[in-house]
């Protein structure tokens, strides 16, 4: 009795009654599982062969509906038809036929007369040739102006039972001067094809009251007699045989016949993968059986009470219990095992730790990161408390970057971190990415932040020496205060929105409201819509007449262009044009504004009216190696004259890369193109530059004449511009006339040219021969 008081033999005892009732529970199961099985294969090899029959037949019958339909709209073949041309509607009838190699085509005229029959050659000698019917110029069996079209598809015709559709053929509105048909044989291909598709014989049957059974096509060989017996019993009295899975179908009457598909296939040939495979089951349990006990035994031996007690603590650790001793006994690989545990235990404990850490906080600051953030909101926003949100970025960390590298940026960004958490009152402080940190406060007022900010401004600026490197460190901050319904999302998008308004405006810090949020809004859907407005034609040039001030008369405008935004009206070029150079589409609208003036400059010529037009170029434009010729080339090329246009250039575009504007420009003066410094007196160029540049005129910029007359400053300026420029042999142009004083002071001291809103706002151009007949001027 001491034998079974081992557990290794009482486990082997239970594995052997265990193994034993199990194989006879999946013996059983299998057993009936499989006779279950086999029924269902029968029901499901009749609804596939059902399903698949439907949609094969169904298919054809739409595929030679649509393509009548399709071929009773050609225009050649109807043509063809009107024409009585038998010959060419032949050939194009028999062309329609062989786009869906249909066996065939059928044309009969509005009085039911057989105008075309061909048909596809079904003997082997002569497959694949095409032969007129014997029904050609024969009245057509039935009706079609009646629904015989829509409701039948079966036609007999020489011993072949074909699926058939008809088209009308219309001439004008709905008058149908004939039809077209095309038809497939119901024959051993199609037979063929849904054997593949269901596996099962298939076959069609004509039958006929008193006669016997017409087999039209077969998927196989003749039935046998037991076969026929079958499948006769099964279409004509419904009696199934047990030892046949059979299906029929009608499919509709042909003169007194009545057209069957069937499907069939003995039950023994159906279920003999399934009778095949029971007896593979049957015998994997068998074999499955001894190697089962042998298992068994192997396991028992193995299986032992410190093993039990390990398992224990293994799940005792796995529920997070990572500080408990692992004990297995005295055998002293157990031990060994034991202390494996143990080491890998506290390992364990030790990187959670570490990975719970790192998934909330900064590595290089230990700071809080979007994650921490997140999770200490959630309940500030859930109760609705008043947040506030400050998002800072710490001013020239690029530049400290790059001089003097990324180790001493993060020494000053751990720096940041470490002044900001020793601030009161600031509930949480998190770094976001880069030199970007959050402050978080979950119960603030906005005047109660404000005099925070000012403590946070002071204690960061003071200085910060590193390694005998003194640093001042400066803040921009965008503020977002809730207002609810938002979410942390919500806010500190706000709080972007107002950071990047600070950084953009030079402010150490904003409060976000809801115009700076507009206003980005706005600027982000113009940047969209900019590249489409050039491609749609949306932009519009208007003209600002220039006076010649000896002469008293115009003799020049400048081309300005507008947006005509389709929702927003006319936009200024203040607003769009600097997209247009932060897109790198500056070149594209340059060559857009060139060529409309043109064509403006051409069309006042032919009207009688001549005025040379001053274009804007950009730092961009001479930027492009291609730009000059580009120039030269369509003035060439719509031959007009050089001076029929000025180019203006700001001084900064000039000031971006000196050596290349000058190098552009000179090419364009080589060709006698007149050249104009716009904006003068707001850039940085320096005398020595303008001296080198290849210009003709000055025009000064419209903040030192706006004025003139109130400020003495103004006119000193103005002055010494006109002697410098008179002295260097340039011409001047005033910009901003708004009244006759500064027009008479501008005249008196030999200004050239002058344009403002005293002589004239920018006009369309269609008005302009209408202000030049009712102007001074």
């Not at 007896?279 to 001894?290: A, W």
């Not at 190098?663 to 080198?692: E, F, N, P, R, V």
């Not at 000055?698 to 003139?708: E, H, M, R, T």
Request: hydrophobic letters at 40%; a negative charge.
């Amino acid at each position: 009795m001491r034998i079974f008081n081992r557990i290794q033999t009482r486990i082997f005892a239970f594995f052997v009654v265990l193994l034993i009732g199990v194989q006879a529970i999946s013996f059983a199961i299998t057993f009936f599982a499989n006779k279950r099985l086999e029924q269902q294969q029968l029901n499901h090899q009749l609804s596939v062969a059902e399903l698949v029959f439907k949609s094969d037949y169904g298919k054809r019958n739409y595929y030679l509906s649509a393509f009548a339909e399709t071929a009773a709209k050609d225009f050649g073949l109807k043509d063809f038809f009107i024409n009585d041309d038998s010959r060419s509607f032949l050939v194009a009838l028999n062309n329609h036929r062989k786009r869906i190699d249909a066996d065939l085509a059928i044309a009969v005229d509005k009085h039911g007369i057989i105008i075309g029959e061909l048909m596809l050659d079904t003997n082997r000698l002569n497959v694949g040739k095409v032969s007129i019917g014997p029904e050609q110029g024969k009245p057509f069996r039935y009706s079609l102006e009646t629904d015989y079209k829509e409701t039948h598809s079966l036609y007999e015709l020489e011993n072949h039972i074909y699926q058939i559709k008809f088209a009308p053929l219309n001439s004008g509105a709905n008058n149908v001067i004939g039809w077209v048909g095309f038809g497939f044989i119901m024959g051993d291909e199609l037979a063929k094809t849904l054997q593949l598709h269901t596996g099962l014989n298939t076959g069609f049957v004509v039958t006929e009251q008193g006669q016997n059974n017409q087999f039209i096509s077969l998927s196989g060989d003749d039935l046998n007699a037991a076969d026929n017996e079958a499948v006769s019993n099964f279409i004509h009295h419904g009696h199934a045989n047990e030892d046949y899975v059979l299906w029929h179908e009608w499919l509709g009457k042909v003169d007194e016949k009545e057209v069957h598909a069937f499907m069939y296939l003995t039950r023994h040939d159906v279920l003999e993968a399934f009778q095949k495979q029971w007896l593979q089951q049957l015998g994997l349990i068998l074999l499955m059986l001894p190697i089962s006990l042998l298992l068994a035994f192997i396991i028992s031996r193995g299986v032992t009470k410190p093993i039990q007690l390990l398992i224990e603590q293994a799940r005792y650790i796995a529920k997070g219990n990572y500080k408990s001793k692992v004990q297995v006994g005295n055998n002293v690989e157990m031990q060994l095992l034991a202390e494996e545990f143990t080491i890998m235990q506290e390992a364990i404990l030790s990187r959670e730790s570490e990975i719970a850490f790192q998934a909330y906080h900064d590595p290089l600051t230990h700071l809080g990161n979007k994650n921490e953030l997140e999770r200490v909101t959630f309940s500030w926003f859930a109760d609705k408390m008043a947040v506030a949100i400050c998002l800072i970025d710490i001013k020239r960390m690029t530049e400290v970057n790059g001089t003097l590298g990324h180790v001493v940026g993060d020494e000053v960004i751990k720096e940041m971190g470490r002044r900001l958490l020793s601030l009161d009152n600031i509930d949480l402080v998190c770094r976001l990415s880069g030199d970007d940190f959050v402050l978080a406060f979950k119960d603030i007022s906005p005047k109660e932040l404000r005099i925070l900010m000012i403590d946070l401004q002071k204690s960061i600026e003071a200085e910060y020496r590193y390694q005998d490197i003194s640093l001042h460190l400066q803040l921009t901050i965008g503020i977002s205060f809730v207002y609810y319904p938002s979410n942390l999302e919500t806010v500190m998008r706000q709080a972007d929105t107002a950071l990047q308004y600070a950084k953009k405006h030079k402010l150490d810090q904003q409060i976000y409201n809801q115009q700076i949020d507009v206003n980005t809004l706005a600027r982000l859907q113009l940047i969209n819509e900019l590249k489409s407005a050039i491609d749609n034609n949306e932009l519009v040039l208007f003209y600002q007449p220039k006076l010649d001030l000896k002469l008293k008369k115009v003799t020049h405008v400048e081309a300005l262009v507008r947006w005509q935004h389709p929702d927003r009206g006319i936009i200024l070029p203040d607003e769009f044009i600097p997209i247009a150079e932060q897109m790198g589409q500056m070149n594209a609208l340059t060559r857009w504004v060139m060529n409309e003036s043109i064509v403006q400059y051409l069309q006042w010529k032919s009207e009688g009216i001549d005025l040379s037009i001053a274009i804007n170029i950009s730092a961009e434009n001479l930027k492009d190696e291609y730009f000059c010729q580009y120039v030269l080339d369509v003035m060439s090329d719509r031959n007009i004259p050089i001076e029929a246009l000025t180019l203006e250039i700001t001084e900064d575009a000039v000031v971006s890369d000196p050596e290349n504007a000058i190098k552009q420009l000179k090419i364009l003066k080589k060709y006698g193109l007149k050249l104009s410094i716009d904006d003068y007196g707001t850039g940085y160029s320096s005398l020595a530059q303008l001296k080198m540049l290849p210009v003709d005129e000055l025009k000064i910029d419209k903040s030192f004449v706006q004025n003139l007359m109130m400020s003495l400053d103004d006119q000193i300026i103005v002055s010494s511009t006109l002697q410098l420029a008179h002295s260097l042999g340039l011409t001047v142009v005033a910009e901003g006339i708004e009244d006759e004083g500064t027009l008479n002071w501008l005249i008196e001291r030999g200004c050239e040219m002058g344009q403002g809103y005293y002589l004239s706002r920018p006009i369309p151009a269609d008005k302009i021969a209408n202000w030049l007949t009712n102007s001074h001027y």
